[in-house]
């Protein structure tokens, strides 16, 4: 069988050196295979199309001198042991090539194959070791900053869930002192509207009566789902259920946007939280039809998928609306915060903290002048924990 030869790179400018070198590796038990190059440029381009197992340099070349000789050599291969060749100790080149990555040097008046084979054995053991060295220190420092990021990610989910429990207990409270006097106001609101009959000013006051409470009324809503924490009722419903109650409210009073509907499958079933799916489907649309002010088209869509053994259902929410920049996707995750003159800026958060819940995931794509895309997918079947 024959013994697989370690290839030994020289680049050494002296013929008569090589011949040595030559020589004195041919009396080892170590089998190696010299390949001598007289000038740098001969030993880069030889790197470039052969592997070897480490490079005897003389630093003092015709074509190239010092540390621009090791350095080269670095930059074409980075991993290989480099051990450098001198006529002279010259302790401050010594040092300055060591410090720059070379693993050792030897001394051409002392050379001999005992001395010449250890310390090629020696150059590649070390270099060996540095590379497990920095790859360790690589993989530490990735560690590290995923430990940092880990700490930081827990850390603000916990500020957001101590914020979230105090705004739980404050909208509790308000939410029973708010909702008394809106229900009076809705009512009065409705019997003002009979009473005021074919007068069409007083009929468009209490309309905006209307619509304010009816806006203050969704504002409470979201505020106790959102600063809640949502446990959820599941229970088996077509996936036609799930989508068509919420289109059809949402798009009854909005005969400026064109509505194109496509449910793949209607009857089939899944297993959700229906009123909670559905006021997150309501926020999403809303959202929609808000962005398209002078009309456009709203399109919502069903596919069933399967992704590592488990069945998903794909719902899509498209618009030809306003569209969104960078900057306020980034912030579609922030509550309270909204470009609309009379948006809470809860409709999303608490659309996705809901279909979160349902261990499912929400995507938004968006674009000034082009609309929004909202991706949406859930298992059709509940998860247990």
Request: one cysteine or more.
């Amino acid at each position: 069988m024959k013994t697989r030869q370690d290839i030994l790179l020289l680049i050494e400018s002296d013929p008569a050196c090589a011949a040595m070198i030559r020589k004195l590796l041919a009396g080892g038990k170590r089998s190696y295979r010299l390949e001598w190059k007289p000038q740098l440029l001969g030993g880069v381009e030889y790197l470039k199309k052969a592997s070897v197992s480490a490079v005897l340099l003389n630093p003092d070349l015709s074509d190239s001198r010092g540390r621009e000789s090791l350095d080269r050599i670095q930059k074409l291969n980075p991993h290989v042991p480099i051990v450098i060749l001198l006529d002279r100790l010259d302790e401050n080149l010594v040092t300055r090539l060591l410090r720059r990555g070379a693993q050792d040097y030897i001394l051409k008046d002392e050379l001999n194959t005992d001395i010449l084979v250890r310390t090629i054995r020696h150059a590649r053991e070390r270099k060996k070791a540095q590379e497990a060295l920095r790859k360790s220190e690589q993989r530490c420092r990735r560690i590290r900053r995923n430990l940092e990021e880990t700490v930081e990610k827990k850390a603000a989910q916990l500020r957001k869930a101590e914020n979230l429990a105090s705004i739980g207990r404050m909208v509790s409270t308000l939410a029973h002192e708010i909702r008394n006097p809106l229900q009076t106001i809705t009512m009065a609101a409705d019997n003002l509207r009979k009473v005021a009959k074919d007068d069409r000013e007083a009929i468009a006051l209490v309309e905006e009566i209307g619509y304010g409470a009816n806006l203050l009324a969704l504002l409470v809503n979201d505020l106790l789902v959102y600063s809640r924490q949502i446990d959820l009722q599941y229970s088996s419903q077509p996936i036609r259920a799930v989508i068509e109650q919420p289109l059809k409210k949402l798009t009854d009073d909005a005969s400026h946007v064109t509505v194109r509907s496509e449910i793949e499958n209607p009857d089939r079933q899944i297993r959700v939280d229906l009123p909670k799916i559905q006021l997150a489907l309501e926020n999403l649309l809303r959202n929609a039809i808000e962005s398209m002010p002078t009309g456009g088209i709203l399109s919502i869509g069903c596919r069933f998928r399967k992704r590592k053994n488990e069945e998903f259902v794909k719902i899509t929410i498209t618009d030809t609306g306003v569209g969104m920049n960078q900057e306020q996707l980034s912030q579609l995750d922030e509550p309270f915060l909204s470009t609309k003159p009379l948006g809470t800026g809860l409709g999303f958060p608490t659309a996705k903290k809901i279909i979160e819940a349902h261990k499912g995931s929400l995507k938004v794509d968006s674009r000034p002048g082009k609309g929004t895309a909202v991706q949406i997918l859930l298992p059709l079947s509940a998860h247990k924990i």
